[in-house]
């Protein structure tokens, strides 16, 4: 079953699992900044947080300043999402996918209203809020806004082209591959991703790289079928 | 009576989901999403136990903090909370970081009470905890077990499990003007919670109340009113004079958001010699919180001889609401198992035994009988039952056991309430209006589907609105009723106003309107085609005026009906050297009356089996029994399927357009864990007794047949 897949299968996945090593690396810079929050100094810190990734892959999180203290209170985050700089004040506390969602835009009274990414479960469990990061699938939910500077983030709402919609999208659409439509910008975004990475899954690899995402009103058979066709139709099949 | 039209273009096709590059692209705006300008952020102070009395409540901590604008006190001293995370406070503060510091900050003194965490336990116990039993009872079924020629013995059960909507409950309240309400709620009920909110606003004279929904992350069963959380909602609005969002966190959803009672029975049953069940004796029990937990028993078949004793148990848990068919998923397990037991025991096939048991006993299973027959043998075929099915126990060497189940359901659908408006203006636009919701059924493509084939258009030639309370009245989501209520007074609405159209047109035409028909986009004599008007030049013909007409449900009676049967079967392996069940295959043949939109429908019926399925093999929604709390309040270790998990599921609807529309949203839920149940004891020789089906119950049922 999916939640006992080998390890190693899971390295070809394109939904984020919370061992996933890719998850991790960013994790592992959440509580370094996190720990600055604290205002605990980095030297001290460093030695107990520089870790290999479980596949042996070294975290590559800049080293920050002694000195450099964040929060409690909002601090400025600048964000790159869907290619547009986003400048945010929000508390280190806040992840990626409630700043875009519910907080507002720097020095103004409007919302950054990117709220296609859901949040379902808030716990890494069921993918609704999965966006991509630097070209990996991320549960937002359990990334920090802060940690997510300096990263290219991109969100449901980049998929559109000049008023035409992915071909992952369309096909959700011609084969009903959604009914509430809550976990859909989830399933949609782990669906693309999977594309990017590999541009002709077979059924089980479909089936294994939407395993990360969750739905209720229980979609998945239609949300196979449809990105199948997409990745046809990708290929110029 | 009003009738559908004999030839259709557009009911029974397949039809894309006309809002589904709303829903693809983010574009959607759930009352999750609503992002109103000075919105605030509400969250609720839930009791840390299962059961207590507040002595004290000192909300000023939380009043002083950064951000807070409005505090309410849902549950004041002296009041009793009944379970682990019933409510007591209401906060708002400006960012949901900053409400959730409030509301930890609320300093509540408990008087902790004695609880009750398991339905053994309350069982036990008795007193308080066990209502008075419900006993039925009809001939005499001590002596048909004495007099029959075999008989089994049984306990079967499920435990409670929770809706887990993935948009939670809840809403956002913007007091427009004083008397002046509307919320974005999350809801199958639109009408329905704008009603209740009234309601408890009474003191606002003239109060008006609004709900929009235009769409929904989905409800189960667990959505109708503004609950708790959305009135406090709605009183933070108030006090802070600003809009407020309150919905759920995950872990508020799954106590306080309704559960599916759990279900446990004990069952000694009997057949004759030619294999008719004759004698059905359960005693049964389970828990839905502080609510009943009944449900239908004996299940479809109407042994002559039965009787059946049944304990509600009260714990302290959150209540249970309507879940997806309630009561009817329960009574299919339980009697579905009894079913393959009892013909197992006799050596009949099991297909045969349901067919020889099939009631007749009233109208609705005398009509339903030669649909299950052909269900059962459709369904059969297409799993491969009368060439691969073996009897009961997979012999075959190794760990991997295979075995196929099957079982049956029944549901009533009908015609909801509803009415719609269709106005018809002189540039020819069509609007239809109705107060419905979707609540990812597709009622949203349905309004437009109707009204299209009712006028002779294009679905894209039609505006449908719905999602709004503003809209004609048309009843909650339940029970199956809403695509029979909504076509109904849709098609009405529009056959009324299409008929105001043809008299404009007659005198036009020179013909008699009754002669008049639409179609293609025109309206034309039926006698001579050619004779007729392009819609737009017909509309021209109102001048000024636009037509409005509109309709209830009731005026198209006879359009719709209610009673469906349907059978699934399944195919498992299960691994007993780890106890992993792997669903291979299921088929699910559905009767739903006059299919509107095939490719939508085919979707509910696909979403029915895997809600089913979870069941089955996963769901569980845990308390601990020693400190009353629930253990899995996430979507981690509480488990549902995942795309590998689910296995092949094939999907045949039975179309029978002379019986008019049927609701389908329930109904294939039934039997999908009781054909898994089937399945997998007949995999392994052995039964496991409750529900879920996880590799340690199932390695449990092959070490205890062993002993």
């Known amino acids: 079953m999916a939640h006992d897949d080998a390890q190693a299968e899971r390295e070809s996945d394109a939904s984020p699992r919370c061992d996933d090593p890719g998850v991790r690396a960013l994790d592992g810079v959440s509580r370094r900044r ?29 080293q920050p300043q002694a000195d450099e203290k964040l929060g409690p209170g909002p601090v400025p985050v600048t964000l790159k999402v869907n290619g547009q700089a986003i400048k945010l004040a929000v508390e280190p506390r806040v992840t990626l996918l409630d700043a875009l969602r519910n907080h507002l835009v720097a020095g103004t009274n409007d919302f950054v209203d990117l709220t296609g990414q859901k949040r379902v479960c808030d716990r890494a469990s069921c993918g609704a809020c999965t966006m991509i990061v630097d070209g990996r699938t991320v549960y937002a939910c359990t990334i920090l806004a802060i940690d997510a500077e300096g990263k290219e983030v991109r969100t449901v709402e980049s998929l559109e082209k000049d008023g035409k919609l992915h071909p992952v999208q369309e096909e959700f659409i011609h084969h009903d591959g959604l009914m509430c439509g809550f976990c859909t910008p989830g399933f949609v975004m782990s669906s693309v991703a999977l594309l990017e990475k590999n541009p002709s899954p077979s059924r089980d690899e479909i089936r294994r790289a939407l395993d990360g995402n969750i739905c209720r009103c229980g979609t998945q058979c239609r949300v196979l079928e449809a990105v199948e066709s997409a990745a046809k139709r990708m290929q110029g099949k | 009576m009003p009738k559908w039209p004999e030839k259709r273009r557009i009911i029974g096709t397949r039809v894309e989901r006309i809002d589904g590059g709303l ?21 609720i102070v839930r009791s840390p136990h299962p059961h207590a009395r507040i002595v004290s409540i000192d909300t000023g901590p939380a009043e002083s903090m950064p951000g ?40 509540v003194k408990y008087q902790v009470l004695p609880f009750v965490s398991s339905e053994e336990q309350g069982l036990k116990q008795g007193g308080d905890s066990v209502k008075a039993a419900q006993v039925q009872e009809q001939g005499d079924v001590d002596q048909a077990l004495k007099d029959a020629a075999s008989t089994i013995e049984g306990t079967y059960g499920a435990p409670v499990i929770t809706h887990v909507c993935l948009e939670t409950h809840g809403l956002v309240a913007h007091w427009v003007a004083d008397d002046d309400l509307v919320v974005y709620a999350s809801t199958q ?48 609005a108030r006090k802070a004079k600003r809009p407020v969002k309150l919905l759920l966190e995950r872990d508020e959803e799954h106590v306080a958001g309704g559960n599916r009672p759990s279900a446990y029975a004990r069952v000694k049953a009997g057949v004759d010699e030619e294999g008719n069940l004759t004698a059905f004796d359960a005693e049964s029990w389970g828990t839905g919180g502080a609510r009943g937990a009944s449900f239908p028993l004996p299940y479809i078949y109407a042994p002559k001889n039965r009787r059946r004793k049944h304990n509600d148990v009260t714990i302290n848990g959150g209540d249970a609401r309507a879940m997806r068919a309630p009561g009817h998923p329960q009574g299919a397990l339980v009697m579905e198992q009894v079913m393959d037991d009892l013909a197992d025991k006799i050596g009949m096939d099991p297909v045969n035994f349901r067919i020889k048991n099939l009631p007749t006993n009233n109208k609705t299973f005398q009509t339903l009988k030669p649909i299950y027959e052909r269900e059962l043998f459709l369904g059969a075929e297409r799993i491969g039952w009368f060439e691969r099915r073996h009897p009961r126990g997979d012999k075959t060497p190794g760990p991997i056991r295979r075995g196929m189940g099957c079982a049956l359901s029944t549901w009533g659908g009908g015609a909801g309430g509803s009415q719609s408006t269709c106005r018809i203006h002189p540039d020819g636009k069509v609007e239809v209006e109705c107060g419905t919701q979707d609540l990812g059924t597709g009622t949203t493509t349905l309004v437009p589907l109707v009204a299209a084939e009712i006028l002779g258009l294009e679905i894209r030639d039609v505006a449908g609105r719905i999602g709004s309370s503003s809209y004609p009245p048309s009843g909650g989501s339940g029970g199956s009723t809403t695509v029979g209520g909504v076509s109904l007074s849709v098609a009405m609405a529009c056959r009324k106003a299409l008929a105001k159209l043809f008299e404009k047109a007659a005198a036009s035409l020179n013909v008699e ?13 039926s006698q001579d085609p050619a004779k007729g008007l392009s819609w737009k030049q017909a509309c021209a013909l109102l001048g000024q005026e636009k037509i409005q007409e509109s309709a209830d449900k009731d005026e198209g009676r006879g359009m719709s009906d209610q009673g469906v049967g349907g059978a699934q079967f399944a195919e498992v392996s299960v691994d007993v050297e780890t106890g992993q069940v792997r669903l ?13 939109n095939r490719l939508l429908c085919e979707s509910q019926v696909y979403g029915a089996v895997v809600g089913g399925l979870n069941y089955g093999l996963f769901e569980h929604h845990r308390l601990d029994k020693a400190t009353g709390l629930p253990v899995n309040a996430d979507m981690e270790w509480y488990k549902l399927a995942r795309s590998s998990d689910i296995g092949e599921i094939e999907v045949h609807l039975l179309d029978y357009p002379s019986r008019g529309v049927i609701g389908i949203g329930e109904p294939p839920t039934i039997p999908t864990a009781a054909a898994i149940a089937n399945a997998v004891t007949n995999a392994l020789g052995v039964r496991v007794a409750s529900l879920p089906i996880t590799p340690s119950r199932v390695l449990e049922a092959l070490a205890a047949s062993k002993k």
């Open chain 2, 68 to 107: 807070v604008k409005a505090v309410h006190v849902i549950k004041g001293p002296g009041g009793e909370l009944f379970y682990a995370g019933d409510e007591i406070v209401a906060v708002a503060a400006e960012t949901e970081e900053q409400a959730r510091d409030a509301a930890r900050a609320v300093k």
């Open chain 2, 23 to 43: 829903k693809v692209s983010g574009k959607a705006k759930y009352s999750y999403d609503r992002n109103l300008p000075g919105l605030l952020h509400g969250k």
């Open chain 2, 189 to 236: 009920a639109i009408g329905g919670t704008a009603d209740g909110l009234r309601g408890q606003f009474k003191d606002v004279p003239n109060l008006k109340v609004t709900c929009h929904t235009p769409f929904m992350g989905g409800g189960f069963g667990s959505k109708f009113g503004p609950d708790v959380q959305g009135i406090a909602c709605a009183e933070l």
């Open chain 1, 34 to 62: 996190f720990l600055q929050t604290l205002g605990i100094g980095a030297t001290a810190t460093a030695a107990t947080i520089t870790e290999q990734g479980i596949l042996g892959r070294t975290l590559q999180a800049a």
């Open chain 2, 584 to 596: 291979e295959k299921i088929v699910a043949v559905a009767d739903c009356g006059m299919v509107m």
């Open chain 2, 513 to 525: 309107a009754a002669a008049l028909e639409a179609g293609g986009g025109r309206i034309y004599s």
